[in-house]
């Protein structure tokens, strides 16, 4: 099973987490625009990604003659419904910059809880769960 896609979109999700940190730390009310902008582009890629697990990833592990790969596909994909809906409800949230602009500490203590959540999550597919498809499955 290759997973090359899916690492390439983690580095863009990273870097799309990254650039909404630089834009908040160089002020969130100056930012709002770019912030939203942000939120948008990021939250296209971070769709795509689910997409493909979704209907690729996961069902491909479901029939995997490994069970405990199997179980752990499970298992992630169980984990990661809860991010993604935080992650929408946060997007939808502050997509527009008048909102951002209106509440920048609530903006500011909402990306750090969802953005936080998504970036572990991400880290631990990079370290955990992805390894694991890969010995299971090493790349041609």
Excluded at 103 to 127: H, S
Aim: proline letters at 4%; hydrophobic letters at 45%.
């Amino acid at each position: 099973m290759n997973i090359d896609k899916f690492k390439a979109q983690h580095i863009a999700i990273l870097d799309g987490i990254a650039r909404l940190r630089e834009a908040t730390q160089g002020g969130i009310v100056e930012n709002a625009a770019h912030i939203a902008a942000h939120i948008i582009k990021l939250s296209g890629t971070v769709k795509l990604h689910l997409k493909v697990e979704d209907s690729v990833l996961y069902p491909g592990l479901a029939s995997d003659a490994n069970p405990r790969l199997a179980k752990l596909g499970e298992r992630y994909q169980r984990e990661m419904d809860g991010i993604a809906g935080a992650y929408f409800e946060f997007a939808n949230r502050w997509n527009l910059a008048d909102r951002v602009e209106a509440n920048p500490e609530g903006f500011r203590a909402d990306a750090n809880r969802v953005l936080r959540a998504l970036f572990e999550r991400m880290k631990r597919e990079d370290t955990e769960f992805y390894p694991a498809i890969e010995a299971a499955h090493p790349p041609a």
